[in-house]
């Protein structure tokens, strides 16, 4: 956990509202480190189970010895950010943050379904202390500003405010969370074979990296937590598939390698790609030989 301390620290500063951290790593690697990523802010949404599939077993398992089922699997963990927002000289968690805005206008609660033009979800889901919270969506929000800012008691104007000035927009208000497009059929498990064939960056018949990921659920969490021209953070490269797979859809990516030898590879398999606009890797695997 002391490893990745000053890591989680400089994601944590330069992390926005919209920011995802996908963390990959074993169940036990994502055990030890989850407490250091919950006590910066980063709120847990989801554990995907990369399941390589029966096919993996294959050579990696002498059960009789190990006493224990082959493992086949991988984790990849979905962080968003705990959005906070200032109230009274205090940084306060954005669902605090709303019905305090609320309460502070003097208006009661049982007003909140009639701003938002709703029956019942601004009480039960908006303002909820509880965990069945849901953020607002911005054409709700919106609703809510104009009716507090209109009604509420006239001292305490702008209501919904971040810069004391005027209330948040609806745009504004969306930015106040991470980015997330559904992929319909997919689950947090994923049937996915570990790197073969073209893809997979080889020296002499072996692998050059034991843990070269997927472009293909690469590109899932990308596509789902960002959108084109955005920009991407690989913190620990190996051959920077993310970086490869963020090219591939259209995002700005930065990404670190410690070792310089994997740095060479990650910049001839992007020559590669950038020159023949193409997946699949022969050529590099040739100059990898050579
Ligand atoms: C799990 S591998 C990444 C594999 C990569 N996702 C791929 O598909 O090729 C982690 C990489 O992080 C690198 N690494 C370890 N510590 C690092 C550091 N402090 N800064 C940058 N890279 C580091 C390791 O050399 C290793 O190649």
Redesign the pocket.
């Known amino acids: 956990m002391d490893w990745y301390r000053p890591h989680v620290e400089a994601w944590s500063r330069h992390a926005t509202p919209q920011t995802t951290l996908w963390f990959w790593n074993t169940e036990i690697g994502w055990a030890n480190v989850h407490p250091l990523l919950a006590s910066q802010d980063w709120e847990y949404r989801s554990c995907h189970i990369w399941d390589k599939g029966k096919g993996h077993v294959a050579g990696n398992a002498n059960t009789k010895t190990l006493r224990k089922f082959p493992v086949v699997s991988e984790v990849c963990v979905q962080y968003v950010r705990k959005t906070r927002l200032p109230f009274k000289e205090e940084m306060i968690p954005i669902k605090q943050w709303l019905r305090a805005e609320w309460e502070r206008s003097g208006l009661p609660l049982s007003l909140a379904n009639q701003a938002c033009g709703l029956r019942n979800a601004a009480t039960r889901k908006y303002f909820t202390r509880c965990h069945l919270w849901y953020f607002p969506p911005s054409q709700h929000f919106e609703k809510l500003v104009a009716f507090v800012n209109k009604h509420g008691e006239k001292q305490g104007l702008p209501y919904f405010s971040l810069n004391g000035k005027q209330p948040l927009t609806g745009k504004e208000w969306e930015r106040m969370r991470a980015k997330f497009h559904c992929h319909y059929g997919v689950t947090n498990v994923w049937l996915e074979p570990p790197v073969r064939g073209s893809e997979r960056l080889k020296k002499r018949n072996k692998c050059i990296?034991l843990?070269?990921?997927p472009l293909r659920l690469l590109e899932r969490i990308i596509s789902a937590s960002s959108d084109p021209g955005d920009t991407i953070w690989e913190?620990?490269?190996?051959?920077?598939?993310?970086a490869l797979a963020s090219y591939n859809l259209r995002r700005a990516c930065f990404s670190?390698?410690?070792?310089p030898e994997?740095y060479q590879y990650a910049k001839k398999r992007f020559e590669h790609q950038i020159f023949n606009n193409s997946r699949t890797q022969p050529a590099i695997a040739e100059l990898a030989a050579s």
């Open positions: 990296h843990n070269q990921k913190p620990f490269g190996g051959l920077c598939s993310v670190a390698e410690i070792l994997y």
